[in-house]
């Protein structure tokens, strides 16, 4: 079992920034793929980026350019940087780790408003 906490969201401006933590449980964390996922209201939980064990990283279109995710193994610790946020990156944003096939884990969220 892992156990994720994120924390790090908050109220802010367009064009500011944001960095979430996720800190998890698990021994082995370097061997987990890790997630941001973020669901607005009305809408699907989406991807917004991705790092394997391997710190292979991957991007939704909407965070490209943008968005920064990194992994410290020694701290059990996944981040999100967000750089210029707009309206539209309003969400409650959630931590997300797998082993090797989908995302089997997950944190309780963390609200990101961001005001124009």
């Known amino acids: 079992q892992v156990q994720l906490v994120e924390s790090g969201g908050g109220l802010v401006q367009a064009g500011s920034s944001l960095r979430l933590s996720c800190v998890a449980s698990?021994?082995?964390?370097?061997?987990?793929?890790m997630g941001w996922f973020r669901q607005a209201p009305g809408k699907q939980r989406e991807l917004v980026a991705g790092?394997?064990?391997?710190?292979?990283?991957n991007y939704a279109d909407s965070g490209k350019g943008r968005f920064t995710i990194s992994r410290d193994n020694a701290k059990n610790t996944v981040y999100l940087r967000m750089n210029s946020l707009k309206p539209e990156d309003t969400a409650v944003y959630y931590c997300?780790?797998?082993?090797?096939?989908?995302?089997?884990?997950w944190g309780q969220g963390t609200q990101v408003t961001v005001s124009s």
């Open positions: 790092i394997s064990r391997g710190d292979t990283t």
């Open positions: 997300a780790a797998r082993w090797l096939k989908g995302y089997e884990y």
């Open positions: 698990a021994r082995t964390f370097s061997s987990l793929g």
